[in-house]
């Protein structure tokens, strides 16, 4: 059975995740903004930027908390 989904396109938007160890970072491409969460799993609140701007805080105990706090940003 052939796929229904349209052909993918050079312009179509993609989310671009690179979780490490204490950082995530994601960005929509092409020209979408930036997210970065900083010290996950670290005590304290976790800085979370968009495009260099910090913009929010809160405990990040693991990449998934981060990835909703990135998305929330």
């Known amino acids: ?10 312009t179509d ?3 671009v995740v690179n979780a490490g160890s204490s ?6 491409l092409p020209g979408g903004p930036s997210l970065l969460v900083e010290r996950i799993g670290e005590p304290g609140d976790a800085p979370i930027s968009v495009d260099g ?8 105990a693991d990449a998934h908390q981060a990835f909703e706090a990135a998305i929330d940003a």
């Open 53 to 60: 701007t910090r913009v929010a805080s809160r405990p990040v």
């Open 13 to 15: 938007p993609v989310l």
């Open 23 to 28: 950082s995530l970072k994601a960005r929509v």
């Open 1 to 10: 059975m052939p796929d229904a989904r349209p052909p993918f396109s050079p």
